[in-house]
């Protein structure tokens, strides 16, 4: 299939700088969004590492299969799932070692989500509460799950739509690159079909836009991605754009 894909990122109304970044990677059919966090600018350093070590990754093993892997493989897993998994592990060393090495990078993490499509699969990668969407036949559905404590909390008690608004740790994730010199990583697959769209995003979106109102903001710019993007950025912002906003959407054709 061939993929149409954009990216757009902006700071937000509230944040002075932009922690968040993201990367597509056309030649390896990769697309990476990454929401850090810490103090000062170590947080968009997070995340700019992030996606730099996972495409880098992804790069070095699409010009040379037998490239050195950081880890040992999981043999349950197939040769794209352990891909996935050994990049985004990779990245996390790589956020570890650089804030242990430097004082003013203590304590900085991102979270990530990358989702990769090879041999008429998508493989996605996912640390944190950024998220993958997924498109298809106008019904849309959340393809990751939150790694967050209101995530966590919703899975233990049932709340009422006015109990999640009003939960004081909303923002509060329980996994993230950089946290632990080893990290635990979600790996999804899933066989898309002509026509699915895929969205990802940082939380900075899922925040302050519904998913009703993502669904519907992007059924009506199928054919301008870019235009997708920016109106969801523009609805984010309106809703008062209390964090940094990212958003990549990948749409597969014939």
Known sequence: MRIEYAGLTHKGMKRGHNEDS??????????????????????????????NEIAEFFRTT?????????????????????????????ANSRIFETAA???????????VVATSFKNGTAYMGHVGDSRVYRLRDSEMEQITEDHSLLN?????????????????????IVRALGMKESVEVDIL??????????????DGLTGMVSDARIKEIVLSNMDDLDAANKQLIDEANAAGGTDNITVVISRLLD
């Open 62 to 90: 699409e010009r040379d299969e037998e490239a050195t892997w950081p880890h040992r493989m999981d043999r349950s897993m197939s040769y794209d799932e352990n891909r996935m998994l050994m990049a985004v592990r990779l």
């Open 152 to 172: 966590d909390y919703l899975k233990a008690n049932k709340l009422s739509e006015e109990e999640i608004e009003a939960f004081p740790h909303k923002n509060v």
């Open 189 to 202: 697959w899933e066989k898309p079909q002509a026509g699915d769209v895929y969205v990802m995003c940082s």
């Open 22 to 51: 993201f990367l597509l990677v056309p030649e390896a059919n990769l697309f990476i969004v990454a929401d850090g966090m810490g103090g000062h600018s170590s947080g968009e350093v997070a995340s700019k590492i992030a996606v």
């Open 101 to 111: 090495g430097d004082a003013k990078y203590k304590g900085m993490g991102t979270t």
